[in-house]
């Protein structure tokens, strides 16, 4: 039932892009997505509510593909604020699942 | 406004004890959740409430692990007997949900539990 995170880390220079995926064998109505800086709480970014959608966050897209049970994490021109754990999760219920999160660590 | 508290921050016990975790959500906030991070890991669902009532204890990982919540707020988390592989954050969460739909989840800073 977790969903699948990829890649599990990523380290990137600033100004670099890099994508977040999200996949699950089971049929997604939503997807939620998540970012934990070190030592801080999770902090909302988004969800996607409809399959194909896509919403944004500052330069942070995703696209949700309910067909193919997965959605994406675009952060373009990364900055170094974008450093830390993203995680995504699916509603089960009603409660989220989420992932075991991907860290991602920007370089100036 | 003010956002969700957890107390302590920090604590530590020795094996067998038993620890009480408190979690203050959002006022009116209906729906509050309980997660277990530990070192790397993931967010590890632990158990929902909807007002005082807990229709989801699905995550409680032992008969050791218990939650209440009283007047619609203030919710507890109480782990009896602790245990070397309780040590972790524990992450509270509160939410507005309306029925059949989960909005954003908003969490506090956790308490992070050491058992020696």
């Known amino acids: 039932q977790q969903p699948v995170q990829s890649p599990q880390a990523v380290i990137l220079r600033e100004g670099e892009d890099a994508v977040i995926n999200c996949s699950s064998s089971k049929a997604l109505y939503s997807v939620h997505w998540y970012r934990q800086k070190h030592g801080e709480a999770p902090v909302f970014l988004m969800i996607?509510?409809?399959?194909?959608e896509q919403k944004g966050h500052d330069k942070i897209s995703a696209s949700f593909n309910e067909k193919k049970q997965q959605s994406s994490l675009y952060l373009t021109a990364s900055q170094l604020s974008y450093s830390g754990t993203y995680f995504c999760?699916?509603?089960?219920?009603?409660?989220?699942?989420f992932g075991k999160g991907t860290r991602l660590h920007i370089l100036p | 406004g003010a956002g969700v508290s957890q107390s302590p921050s920090n604590k530590v016990t020795e094996k067998g004890k038993d620890v009480e975790l408190r979690c203050d959500p959002i006022?009116?906030?209906?729906?509050l959740y309980w997660y277990r991070q530990s070192l790397g890991q993931g967010l590890e669902f632990l158990i929902y409430f909807q007002g005082n009532s807990a229709p989801d204890k699905s995550g409680l990982p032992s008969d050791r692990f218990s939650a209440e919540r009283t007047g619609g707020s203030v919710s507890t988390l109480t782990i009896q007997r602790t245990q070397q592989e309780d040590s972790a954050v524990y992450l509270c969460?509160?939410?507005?949900?309306?029925?059949?739909?989960?909005?954003?989840?908003?969490f506090g800073p956790g308490t992070r539990l050491t058992v020696l």
């Open positions: 996607l509510l409809k399959g194909g």
């Open positions: 969460a509160s939410s507005s949900r309306a029925a059949g739909i989960l909005r954003e989840q908003f």
């Open positions: 999760g699916t509603e089960i219920g009603d409660k989220i699942i």
């Open positions: 006022s009116g906030h209906t729906a």
